[in-house]
């Protein structure tokens, strides 16, 4: 059965870091595209950084230079780094494993950022 869980997340106050992290399984992880999105309280999901198969990374703007994206094919793991935080990246994080046709999604982690 594919399966993403997420785990890292929690309170920080601004500007500091965290790592976010996203175990999967059932699934062959070399060839999904990776991606994290985050949904604050009364938002829309929106994507925060994808990893593609090959490695290539893609950033929302107004995380591009705080945040890295990063993936571990033998651990089947994806990563996210996170600095420079600041009370608008409060949200609930997602992981998500995208290939051709088939979705599966995490089911989520806090992040606060609050002083």
């Known amino acids: 059965q594919a399966q993403l869980v997420e785990s890292g997340g929690g309170l920080v106050q601004p500007g500091g870091s965290l790592r976010l992290s996203c175990a999967a399984s059932g699934i062959s992880f070399s060839f999904y595209r990776m991606g994290w999105y985050r949904q604050a309280p009364g938002q829309q999901r929106e994507l925060v950084a994808y990893i593609t198969a090959d490695r290539k990374t893609s950033y929302a703007d107004s995380v591009r230079g705080r945040f890295t994206i990063f993936r571990d094919n033998a651990k089947k793991m994806v990563e996210l780094q996170m600095n420079s935080l600041n009370v608008e990246d409060t949200a609930v994080y997602y992981c998500?494993?995208?290939?051709?046709?088939?979705?599966?999604w995490g089911q989520g982690i806090q992040v606060t950022v609050s002083a």
């Open positions: 998500k494993a995208n290939l051709e046709s088939r979705t599966i």
